[in-house]
């Protein structure tokens, strides 16, 4: 499945394009409390789950900070301007525009680069990342000027780009704000989440996700947004990613070929495979094993704490906890990281994605039969 994460650049949701955002009102009032109180800490540590909304947040701030730059130096003839009640700024402001074409000469996003020698987007933050964004702490700020370093995301920093950064954090700059959005704020080092203010992003209410998607499809079913809203798992970039890959459909058709199981339906495996190796379906292909590798994890889970899944679409809770019995949840897990690291490796070099389904099908036909 293509994500926005994979396609940022041309997403007309990009978080720098963003203005709209949903169900973290907790974090924005914390956010503006400390704006508002005169004493903002230098670096925000904003966690969560994968595209749940931590990237918009981000830039939601820092369009905000932006937009805030001399106000708070202003006093007119009635005193200084009352505070903000709000992180939104109207849209035909100035740094508006700027942020979303990514050329606000105050802000600057760190992230994975482009290796000029693999011709791929590299698999993790590396230290000219750093040293590039960083150079904008080494300019003089304007009078009241604050400038902005969003990493997105610190936890796929190497250890040198780690300790780059931490040097910022350690001597901050006057002025200087640093977002730091982490997936796996565990997998930091303790001096960076030590010079950090956490601000935690949770999944968003299923009904509040599947109000997003009825303003992106104003005539789509509601069940069908709520059933994609589940599939997300309370998150907004992950459920726009699954409506625009036809996500919902592929999810019945999912359960339509693990139906059958311990045996399969040979012909329609087949015609279902041939459909997912066309050209055009490579997206349509990532979120089929996307929506397996889902399925599967909360087969697991489920089965663990001895419960019977919600049905998404008619029949899969049951077939869940069918499936569940038929192994021991170690031989399941066995299975379900065999999957997970197959399909890894066909994303990454481009096997055939026809062969790589009917070996995927034929696992989950051996671990069926007790």
């Known amino acids: ?43 925000w540590l904003v966690t969560g789950p994968k595209v749940v909304g931590k990237s918009t947040f981000a830039y939601r701030c820092g369009r905000f900070v932006l937009a805030q730059n001399g ?54 933050i590396v230290v000219d990342d750093v040293r590039k964004a960083i150079k904008i702490f080494n300019v003089t700020a304007g009078e009241g000027a604050w400038r902005i370093v969003i990493v997105d995301a610190v936890d796929e920093m190497n250890p040198n780009a780690a300790n780059a950064l931490l040097k910022t954090l350690e001597e901050p700059p006057e002025r200087s704000l640093l977002i730091l959005i982490a997936h796996n704020p ?44 589940r599939l997300a798992d309370g998150s907004p970039g992950k459920a726009l990613d699954l409506m625009e890959s036809g996500g919902h459909g592929i999810y019945e058709d999912l359960i339509g070929l693990l139906k059958p199981l311990p045996d399969l339906d040979i012909p329609a495996l087949h015609k279902f495979a041939d459909r997912m190796a066309r050209k ?32 998404i679409v008619s029949g899969d809770g049951q077939l869940s906890q069918s499936l569940a019995a038929r192994r021991s949840l170690d031989q399941w897990i066995e299975v379900w990281e065999k999957i997970t690291r197959l399909a890894t490796r066909a994303d990454s070099v481009y096997l055939d994605r026809k062969q790589v389904l009917l070996n995927v099908f034929s696992m989950l036909e051996k671990a069926a039969r007790t």
């Open 280 to 311: 055009d379906a490579a997206d349509q292909a990532r979120a089929f094993m996307a929506l397996l590798d889902w399925w599967l994890a909360r087969m697991i889970r489920h089965a663990a704490l001895g419960q019977v899944p919600a049905d």
């Open 1 to 43: 499945m293509a994500t926005q994460e994979d396609n940022e650049e041309d997403h007309p949701f990009a978080p720098w394009r963003n203005l709209s955002l949903s169900g973290h009102g907790a974090a924005e009032i914390t956010f503006l409390k400390a704006w508002n109180s005169g004493r903002m800490p230098h670096a």
């Open 186 to 229: 565990g997998r930091l080092l303790p001096t960076i989440r030590s010079r950090c203010r956490t601000l935690p992003l949770k999944p968003l209410d299923e009904h509040d996700v599947a109000n997003l998607l009825a303003q992106r499809a104003v005539d789509a079913d509601q069940q069908g947004l709520l059933s994609l809203a």
């Open 71 to 124: 106000k708070d130096q202003e006093a007119g003839l009635f005193g200084a301007p009352p505070p903000p009640e709000t992180l939104e700024i109207p849209e035909d402001d100035p740094v508006v525009p700027l942020v979303a074409q990514q050329g606000h000469p105050s802000l600057r996003r760190i992230a994975r680069s482009w290796d000029d020698k693999s011709k791929k987007t590299r698999g993790e």
